[in-house]
């Protein structure tokens, strides 16, 4: 059983017109029952002066697909959620190609979320950790 709410790839790829995950290439690939997936280019929008993936741009791929996945499990006419801390350790550098996060929960209460989400590249080697803690707020 999914601790999701029904919703489609379109609706939810639609969340990020005219945000920074859509300036900076997010898209959201795969909803399964406890966990979603997405992807982020690594180009000249997300890479550092040394040519290598930001650590931002991993932050903000794991609290795009974090922030989403917990949004996913509210009735969004009742609640939303907002980030309240995020952390990444980065464990391997990449230069170009794709990185794929999976969000998968820790804990979904009545007022916080945890999420953890891996960062891999397109061998399946991690590039970052994250985890992001999510305030459940009421309408």
């Known amino acids: ?16 017109k005219n945000t920074m995950a859509e300036q900076i290439g997010i898209e959201i ?25 930001h650590g931002g741009a991993s932050a903000a791929l794991a609290e795009t697909l974090g922030s989403i996945a917990g949004t996913m499990t509210l009735d969004p006419a009742k609640e939303y959620c ?3 801390e995020i952390n990444a350790n980065h464990i391997r550098s990449i230069r ?3 990185v794929y996060g999976t969000a998968t929960p820790i804990h979904v209460g009545r ?15 991690l590039v970052c950790i994250s985890r992001l803690t999510l305030a459940v707020l009421k309408r």
């Open 1 to 16: 059983m999914s601790i999701f709410r029904e919703t489609t790839l379109d609706f939810v790829n639609g969340l990020s």
């Open 29 to 53: 690939t795969e909803i399964g029952d406890n966990y979603l997936k997405g992807r982020m280019p690594v180009d000249k929008r997300t890479v550092q002066p040394y040519g290598i993936l």
């Open 82 to 84: 907002v980030g309240m």
């Open 96 to 98: 170009s190609g794709f």
């Open 111 to 125: 007022t916080s979320q945890v999420w953890e989400i891996r960062i891999e590249d397109e061998g399946q080697r």
